[in-house]
């Protein structure tokens, strides 16, 4: 990321409309779908960021920002998005092997005499009609009302590079699900390939048997994941939409169906806390074998028993991959509130009798119940299951909907009472955190206290109030 800010600057200074040839949009398509190690691709929407963080009001740097957007009112038009997209493999720190950014410019004569204007010593590309500008990792280009930055580490020459990457902007649109993705209209959108993932991927993954890495190939292949995020009045959200193959959706170890029956079981009243998992562990034994990590997973086995069960045993047989945990506050006679929880751990075929076979880490330290189906670990016989499930806050109605669910309710927690560092004082701005996921995708969702004002605006604010605290701590 500390590469990507000064590099979305620039392009957010020449990013401007009026162009006459392939759209933007289009010319960005056709390169991704033409360049098969693109693992990542999306796009940014400044100008809907900027306005939504209402810009203008930050103090000091509000006015200089919006003075300097104003010099370019005339030839710049932040109403189209930055795209970008991001080539594999990644090493070992977690870069890229390159990084593309795509944005539309009124004309190349007017960028060119700019970025010259700024020191940028643009070179003249007379084959391939474009200018561009090159320092070390880095080239910036453009041709006609398409402006190109590329970042790629160990490249000393991005000549034959710039015109390979105006040609594939130049190949006809498909209809696919790239072309979906990128058309999808949110503040930020960021779509993986999960095919080029794996095909790009140098890491343990490689050391597979050749017909696994081929079996694997096939299982992902056509397979994609689109993350949408969204800055909206009192809330933040993360949308997760897994378009998988048929082949991939089978071999993901998570049961498609509720876990109702396991709120009915976990406990009472209103937590403040909540996650319920529901695993299909017939699926992951079966995936464990056939991509030969029985050794990993035997390890994670013995630290359940003490006895000779196998990892099959344990996560099958014995229990059947629902588990849930629900958090509450308990007021202590003394005064004042502490934190009780309830854990509730499902059986397999084996029952009560398979369950007795285990350790579990920290048990000894908990009251539980033993029934036949399932087991319940607690710390307060208060909040033990009732006649009543339990009840969780506005927002988080479909909590336990989807195989993997949670939420915090935050609104009046006593945050100083935690001791948290300056970085989490957010918390205190936050009603409540929703997130779920199944095989199709999922949701997470940050509500604010403050319903009305935009959810990126109440983030500036409060990041702006912590700092100028903390420059006033320094000086004083």
């Given at each position: 990321m500390k590469f990507l800010i000064p590099i979305i600057l620039i392009f957010g200074l020449f990013a401007c409309s009026g162009s006459n040839q392939k759209s933007l949009q289009d010319s960005f398509t056709s390169f991704v779908q033409s360049n098969d190690k693109i693992v990542g691709f999306g796009s940014i929407r400044i100008k809907d960021i900027l306005t939504k963080a209402d810009y203008t009001k930050i103090p000091k740097y509000g006015p200089l920002l919006a003075s300097q957007l104003a010099a370019f009112s005339g030839t710049v038009d932040f109403e189209k998005p930055l795209y970008f997209a991001v080539e594999g493999p990644f090493d070992i720190e977690g870069y890229p092997a390159a990084l593309y950014l795509f944005a539309e410019s009124k004309n190349q004569d007017s960028v060119t005499n700019k970025l010259k204007s700024f020191g940028f010593d643009m070179i003249k590309n007379e084959?391939?009609?474009?200018?561009?500008?090159?320092d070390k990792e880095f080239s910036i280009?453009?041709?006609?009302?398409?402006?190109?930055g590329v970042l790629k580490p160990k490249t000393t020459e991005f000549k034959g590079l710039l015109s390979k990457i105006y040609d594939q902007a130049s190949i006809d649109v498909k209809d696919d699900k790239i072309k979906q993705f990128i058309d999808t209209k949110s503040d930020i959108v960021a779509g993986i390939n999960l095919e080029s993932l794996y095909s790009t991927s140098n890491t343990d993954l490689e050391k597979l048997p050749k017909d696994k890495k081929q079996a694997l190939l096939s299982m992902v292949k056509g397979s994609f994941v689109l993350n949408s995020l969204n800055f909206k009045a009192g809330e933040l959200e993360l949308k997760i939409q897994n378009f998988f193959s048929s082949?991939?959706?089978?071999k993901i170890p998570l049961k498609n169906s509720s876990s109702s029956e396991i709120l009915k079981k976990i406990g009472s009243g209103e937590p403040r806390l909540g996650l319920l998992l529901n695993f299909d562990f017939l699926k992951l034994n079966s995936l464990m074998e056939e991509f030969n990590l029985q050794d990993e997973y035997?390890?994670?086995a013995k630290n359940f028993s003490e006895k000779e069960l196998t990892s099959n045993e344990i996560f099958g047989d014995i229990l059947n991959g629902q588990f849930g945990m629900v958090a509450y506050d308990e007021m202590m006679e003394e005064g004042g509130m502490t934190p009780v929880g309830n854990l509730f751990v499902g059986f397999g075929k084996q029952g009560k009798t398979g369950f007795e076979k285990l350790n579990v880490p920290g048990a000894g330290l908990l009251q539980k119940?033993?029934?036949?189906?399932?087991?319940?670990?607690?710390?307060s016989e208060n909040f033990k299951p009732s006649d009543n499930q339990i009840k969780v806050p506005q927002g988080c109605e479909n909590f336990?909907?989807?195989?993997?669910?949670?939420?915090?309710?935050?609104?009046?927690?006593a945050i100083e009472e935690f001791e948290l560092?300056?970085?989490?004082?957010?918390?205190e701005k936050i009603d409540h955190i929703y997130f779920e996921y199944g095989q199709d995708g999922g949701v997470l969702k940050v509500r604010s206290i403050d319903s009305k004002t935009n959810f990126l605006k109440q983030s500036v604010d409060q990041a702006l109030t912590q700092?100028?605290?903390?420059?006033?701590?320094?000086v004083l």
């Open positions: 084959e391939g009609k474009y200018n561009y500008y090159q280009s453009v041709k006609e009302s398409l402006l190109v082949a991939l959706t089978q035997a390890q994670l119940d033993i029934f036949e189906n399932h087991a319940l670990f607690y710390l336990g909907m989807k195989p993997i669910s949670g939420y915090a309710y935050l609104d009046g927690l560092g300056e970085e989490f004082k957010f918390i700092l100028s605290e903390m420059l006033i701590k320094m």
